[in-house]
C-alpha cells in the first residue's frame, strides 16, 4: 500500500519558518502528482502549492513568494513569512499520473502560528 507521512509541523512565531516533509513509500513516486493542502475548521480542504510530473509547480495566491514545494527523496513545504492565517492542518497528498491526481493521502500535521 502506499502511504504518506507528513512531519515537521509545530509552532511558529508571525515572521518565521517552519519545514514540512512528507515520507512516501511505493514504486511509482515522485512520478506523480504531490501536493501540499491545508484545512481549518469549518472550511473545505485546498490546495496550497502542487508540483506536477514535469516538475511544474502551482502556489495559492495567498502562499506565493513565502512557500516552496520541492521534491527529491521526500516531499516538503519550505514556509517562510508565516502568517496567522498560515495557520491550519496541512496535509501532503500524491497520485500516479498528471495533477490533479490526488488519489492518496497523509494523516495531516498541524501548523499554528501566533
Known amino acids: 500500500d502506499v502511504q504518506l507521512v507528513e512531519s515537521g509541523g509545530g509552532s511558529a512565531q508571525t515572521g518565521g519558518s517552519l519545514r514540512l516533509s512528507c515520507a512516501f513509500s511505493g514504486p511509482t513516486y515522485e512520478r506523480g502528482c504531490m501536493g501540499w493542502f491545508r484545512q481549518t475548521p469549518g472550511k473545505e480542504r485546498s490546495p496550497v502549492a502542487v508540483?506536477?510530473?514535469?516538475r511544474s509547480t502551482y502556489y495559492a495566491d495567498s502562499v506565493q513568494g513565502r512557500f516552496t514545494i520541492s521534491k527529491g527523496g521526500a516531499l516538503h513545504l519550505q514556509m517562510d513569512s508565516l502568517k496567522p492565517e498560515d495557520t491550519a492542518m496541512y496535509y501532503c497528498?500524491?497520485?500516479?499520473?498528471?495533477?490533479?491526481?490526488?488519489?492518496?493521502w497523509g494523516q495531516g500535521t498541524q501548523v499554528t502560528v501566533s
Open positions: 508540483i506536477d510530473m514535469n
Open positions: 497528498a500524491a497520485g500516479e499520473g498528471h495533477c490533479p491526481d490526488f488519489r492518496y
